[in-house]
């Protein structure tokens, strides 16, 4: 074991990275699967091709967004998915350094997001960081993207020697038209999880958001340690319409009550809200599988408040496999009259694996509310490019009844492209 190897088992963040527990059958490997690319590149650049048609997204920019992809994750593109993960990548349970997701706002069609982890084919974390800064580097080079932020506070989340479990990630924001959205995650913990308040704090008052954060630092001081903590800091970069930085929260065995209190700090988001996604996947808690995550977003719009709370409920660790996760996604789209056709085609772009056969696939649901915007809603998938995990032995279904059965695959109508020329807020 090395450092990255050994801090990653350690699982400092409370368990956060903990994928259901393997009992029950043997996972479903990779190589079982028939028709699937054997290179890691190739395997999530096709499930990447395939949910851009999903989200609206021409031929042309589809073969832009695959190749980025694959410059992004570098000399791990060629990896055979026949030999181990190279390195325990904290994107997804099984360790696959890509993660997708489908926003869906109100009325509009779906966003796809892609986040990757650049340094993941590095044995070590010091060069996990060298890696994956080399590689973001790159990228913003081409489009012309200033760093100066995240050089700025490279000494608080990118020292000589960081602590795991991540260093540096990026996620695309994936549109029909108009420029790709960048969005960098950094590491809370990466000078000493026991550092993370004075880093974030640090962090946000460099960024001049220092006060806006405060009624954040005060609802973590409260339960630090054993109730919450920091898990990512993460910012916008490039040409945002209104560049975010991002600070995540995570609930150690919050009840639906404590994770409404969560949304608290943030004028405008509704607790009632953040208690009733709770509800629909994990009945009134507590989350003690998996934490419930929160999401504050700092514009400066408000120079007081947070601007947007985001609740991620970790649905593969309440629910038995993916058909029930699955369902419950469908009954809280439906909750804000939003189509579940775009979930679905995008479930069947990802695998061909009944749903009931693994748990994962569909990893967290999230909640966003900010200022007057409708709340949004977004699914979060894992590529099970290693390996499926097997269905849940331990799961008592919460009390909602089954939403009303819908056929996968059912073609759905095209989404609408969009046409503005600078990335929008999504999470
Ligand atoms: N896989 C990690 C986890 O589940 C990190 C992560 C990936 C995550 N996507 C996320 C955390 C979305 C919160 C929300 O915790």
């Not at 059958?25 to 048609?53: N, Y």
């Not at 099984?94 to 109100?106: G, R």
């Not at 009840?255 to 953040?274: F, K, L, Q, S, W």
């Not at 970790?314 to 699955?326: E, G, I, L």
Request: hydrophobic fraction near 40%.
């Amino acid at each position: 074991m090395n450092a990255y190897t050994r801090h990653c088992a350690a699982r400092p963040l409370g368990g956060a990275a903990t994928p259901p527990p393997l009992s029950g059958p043997d996972p479903v490997e990779r190589s079982e699967r028939r028709d699937a690319p054997d290179r890691l590149g190739h395997f999530t650049a096709d499930q990447l091709g395939r949910l851009c048609e999903v989200a609206g997204i021409g031929a042309r920019q589809r073969a832009t967004h695959q190749r980025v992809l694959s410059e992004l994750l570098g000399p791990a593109a060629a990896l055979p998915l026949t030999d181990p993960p190279p390195s325990p990548s904290f994107v997804s349970d099984d360790h696959t350094p890509v993660e997708f997701s489908l926003t869906f706002p109100a009325g509009g069609a779906p966003v796809l997001r892609v986040l990757v982890d650049p340094g993941f084919a590095a044995r070590s974390l010091p060069d996990n960081a060298r890696t994956a800064w080399a590689a973001v580097g790159r990228l913003a080079t081409q489009w012309g993207i200033d760093l100066g932020e995240l050089t700025r506070l490279s000494d608080l989340f990118l020292p000589p020697e960081p602590h795991g479990p991540l260093t540096l990630w990026c996620a695309l924001d994936l549109r029909p038209a108009g420029p790709t959205g960048v969005k960098l995650y950094l590491n809370p913990g990466a000078r000493g999880v026991g550092r993370a308040m004075e880093t974030v704090t640090e962090a946000m008052t460099r960024l001049g958001h220092a006060r806006a954060f405060e009624p954040v630092r005060r609802h973590v001081a409260a339960r630090s340690p054993e109730r919450a903590g920091f898990m990512f800091f993460a910012l916008d970069v490039g040409p945002w319409a209104e560049p975010r930085v991002k600070v995540y929260v995570v609930h150690h065995g919050a009840t639906a009550a404590d994770a409404a209190d969560a949304a608290r700090p943030v004028p405008g988001a509704r607790p009632e809200r953040v208690a009733e996604l709770c509800r629909l996947i994990g009945g009134d808690g507590p989350f003690d599988r998996l934490p419930l995550v929160s999401c504050y977003s700092f514009t400066g719009a408000d120079t007081h408040h947070p601007t947007g709370h985001g609740l991620h409920v970790p649905v593969r660790a309440y629910v038995r496999d993916d058909r029930v996760a699955r369902e419950r996604a469908v009954r809280f789209l439906r909750r804000y009259g939003v189509s579940s056709t775009p979930l679905d085609r995008a479930l069947d772009a990802l695998t061909v694996r009944p749903l009931t056969a693994g748990v994962g696939l569909i990893s967290y649901l999230s909640l966003v509310q900010a200022g007057r915007q409708a709340p949004r809603i977004t699914t979060y998938f894992c590529p099970e490019a290693y390996r499926v995990l097997p269905p849940r032995q331990d799961t008592a279904p919460p009390s909602p009844a089954p939403a009303p059965a819908i056929e996968r695959g059912s073609t759905a109508p095209r989404s609408t492209p969009q046409g503005s020329t600078a990335p929008r807020t999504t999470d």
